[in-house]
């Protein structure tokens, strides 16, 4: 699951032509050891939303931020895992993205 987040991320930024400026997750995603993974595989820190509605409040937060509001948005409900160091998992990653651009 990592790598398919990493790859969505990847998408987005190339979409946008930019840096996404934070990688949010929460609800079920926020449990177990997928945040962690993250913060591996992607090389950034990780805010795991807490609290009601986490993502949706996260989402809020950023959306606020891109319209410049940054002095009437709380900060994101999260904790922040730091970023690890991807390049373990750069040739699995690669791999995994060959695989996934193979026709079915």
Not at 27 to 44: E, K, M, N, Y
Not at 63 to 72: F, P, T
Request: charged share 20%; net charge positive; glycine share 12%.
């Amino acid at each position: 699951r990592a790598f398919a987040v990493r790859r969505d991320v990847e998408d987005l930024e190339r979409a946008l032509g930019r840096r996404a400026g934070a990688v949010v997750v929460g609800g079920t995603a926020g449990d177990g050891t997928l945040p962690a993974q993250l913060a591996q595989v992607l090389g950034r820190d990780v805010h795991v939303a807490t609290g009601c509605h986490p993502v949706a409040r996260a989402g809020a937060v950023l959306v606020g931020r891109a319209l410049g509001a940054h002095a009437h948005v709380p900060g994101l409900p999260a904790t922040v895992l730091p970023a690890g160091d991807p390049s373990p998992h750069a040739a699995s990653y690669a791999r995994w993205c060959e695989v996934r651009a193979r026709p079915s």
